[in-house]
């Protein structure tokens, strides 16, 4: 099992910038796959961006098309985290975010509100 912790969410203007963390209760090493998911109201949940895990060479990184260019997904091994940095955000960015981890079954954060105001 892992516990997954989001923070960094907030309210920015449109073309700013935010970085989500994800904080995970055991080493992320050990986890198959973790990324980030949005869910918008009346929208179903959908991906963001996902990494698989392990060291840096063979990590295989998947991006919505809605938000390739604009956010990069990266982790930290050492401190267990993983972030996403959002750049040039836009109104349609507006969701709640949730940090994600697979490991035999799918386990989620509690979410994290990113607002973008035009």
């Known amino acids: 099992q892992v516990q997954l912790v989001e923070s960094g969410g907030g309210l920015v203007q449109a073309g700013g910038s935010l970085r989500l963390a994800c904080s995970a209760s055991r080493n992320i090493f050990s986890i198959n796959e973790m990324g980030w998911y949005r869910q918008a109201p009346g929208k179903q949940r959908e991906l963001v961006a996902t990494?698989?895990?392990?060291?840096?060479?063979?990590?295989?990184?998947k991006y919505a098309d809605s938000v390739k260019g604009r956010f990069i997904i990266s982790k930290d091994n050492a401190k267990n985290m993983i972030y996403l940095q959002m750049n040039s955000l836009k109104p349609e960015d507006t969701a709640v975010y949730y940090c994600y981890g697979w490991l035999g079954d799918n386990y989620w954060g509690q979410g994290t509100q990113v607002t973008v105001s035009s």
């Open positions: 990494s698989t895990m392990g060291d840096n060479t063979g990590v295989r990184v």
